[in-house]
Nanobody, 123 residues
């Protein structure tokens, strides 16, 4: 059974940085596609960035410049480094895994989800 546990969220000021972590168990992170998604207040869940088993990544346009996704296959961990945060980044951030490559827009391709970690960016 796959389990994903996010951590690292918090409250920051605009312009500051946060690093989110996701501990993955029950599956080899080297085998599955894993990614970060978010749900902002009043909005639908959306993709942030994903990384496949070969280390290839795919980002949402808003995340391409200031966000960075990485995975540690030895620890089965996933990370999201977010810099220069803006208030519109406020939301709950989730990590998820899926059996095949899916880009950041293909939420249905990710079958297992964590509970999320809250990110709040104050202006």
């Amino acid at each position: 059974q796959v389990q994903l546990v996010e951590s690292g969220g918090g409250s920051v000021q605009a312009g500051e940085s946060l690093t989110l972590s996701c501990a993955i168990s029950g599956v080899s992170a080297n085998t599955y596609c894993i990614g970060w998604f978010r749900q902002r207040p009043g909005k639908e869940r959306e993709g942030v960035a994903v990384v496949d088993a070969d280390g290839n990544s795919d980002y949402a346009d808003y995340a391409k410049v200031r966000f960075s996704i990485s995975r540690d296959n030895n620890k089965n961990d996933l990370y999201l480094i977010m810099t220069g945060l803006k208030p519109e980044a406020t939301g709950t951030y989730f990590c998820a895994s899926g059996p095949f490559f899916a880009d950041h827009t293909s939420l249905s391709g990710f079958h297992d989800w964590g509970q999320g970690t809250q990110v709040t960016v104050a202006s």
